[in-house]
């Protein structure tokens, strides 16, 4: 296959649905992981402090739930700032096309001549792009804003407690299912095993390196399972 044929058949799609796939993907990874995080710290500490199935799987659910409801409620609060956000900046972009419509084409073009384009052809494309769909044209050059694709606050809340209790309910079943002696290494090899799985998902998402993501998210996990495992522990045997 010659130099030319390569170029022609190497095609790297860039459209903006496919990102927003990968970063509602991170977004679910990570929640997940937080879920994973969290409730293992949770569930492996109080395992450290009594011997109760009763307690460790309430401190478990009640862990979840609490969890669950504050990524919601979190994602929703952000998701709906940055919407009101990229509304009042689109109706301030529609204010200045209706009142100034001179000045935003010239803002236009001098936004395409700064990507590399020459003065006429920058001035050609703002120009066509503008005869086209005016408001489409410069919400996309000058806010980066798709009008039609504002992320829902409560799909997003929705999407961040299902991940969450995704990932949670791994440390609660490996906590709860094994015998009393085996709770915690259970646990701790379901822990790390679903922490794997969720670092090389994210890293493989944002093309970063694997093995360190693993490392950094796993080595995080055991950390918190250790720490509260430890303060458990010490509340057991001090009888607290």
Known sequence: MNKENEKTTHIEPHDSGHVSKLNWLRAAVLGANDGIVSIAGLVVGVAGATNSISIILTAGVAGIIAGAISMAAGEYVSVSSSRDTEKALLEKEKWELKNFPKEEMEELAQIYEKKGLSRITAKKVAEELTRHD???????????????????????????????????????????????????????????????????????????NVLRAVVRVVGGGILAMVVTYGIGRLFGVAGI
Request: charged residues 10%; proline residues 9%.
């Open 134 to 208: 005016p408001f489409i044209a410069h919400f996309d050059a000058e806010l980066r804003i798709d009008p039609n694709n504002l992320t829902n606050p409560w799909h997003a809340a929705f999407a961040s407690a299902l991940s969450f209790l995704t990932g949670a309910i791994i440390p609660l079943v490996a906590i709860v299912l094994p015998p009393e002696s085996l709770r915690i290494p259970f646990a701790f090899i379901a822990v790390i095993v679903a922490l794997t799985l969720t670092g090389t998902i994210s890293a493989k998402v944002g093309g970063a």
